[in-house]
């Protein structure tokens, strides 16, 4: 398992990596956050979030979870969490620039993840008695 100081690290040199303008009103920046968050829509401990892109209050952030990263990938070494986060921080600059160009439609990122999370569900029925929430 990689440090929370060498996690910290590939994302900002991943982050050097990016072209300027992905960086246009991303006012609240990318940071990094060691919870574990397990959408509460998960049946179990198998889904996790490793990255998220908000908007709250009118800030735009993007949110990068290690506790998660760590419960996903434990045996991860530095170069393999390198390109696991090279592609966790895309996906998640991908829904920054979708939402500032306005789109919102069946190709776009967002309903992809939608496609997703129902078929996720489709694999994982709910219970009887478990409404699948994490409080």
């Keep these: ?18 072209p300027e303008e992905f960086f246009r009103e991303l006012s609240g920046g990318v ?10 829509y998960a ?4 889904l996790y ?22 419960r996903a990938y434990p045996r991860a070494d530095m170069a ?8 966790i921080l895309r996906h998640e600059f991908r829904h920054h620039l979708e939402s500032l160009a306005g789109v919102r439609n069946s190709s776009s990122l967002e ?14 029925p709910d219970k009887e008695g478990d409404s699948g929430s994490r409080g």
């Design 49 to 70: 979030t490793l990255g998220h892109y908000q908007i709250a209050s009118g800030i735009r952030q993007i949110v990068m979870f290690k506790g998660s990263f760590d």
């Design 1 to 18: 398992m990689i440090s929370a100081e060498e996690y910290r690290q590939i994302v900002s040199e991943l982050l050097d990596e990016l």
């Design 31 to 40: 940071i990094v956050s060691e919870a574990l968050v397990i959408p509460d």
């Design 43 to 46: 049946r179990g401990n198998d």
């Design 111 to 124: 309903a992809e993840d939608e496609r997703e999370k129902q078929a996720y569900l489709a694999r994982h």
């Design 80 to 87: 393999q969490a390198r390109v696991l986060l090279r592609g």
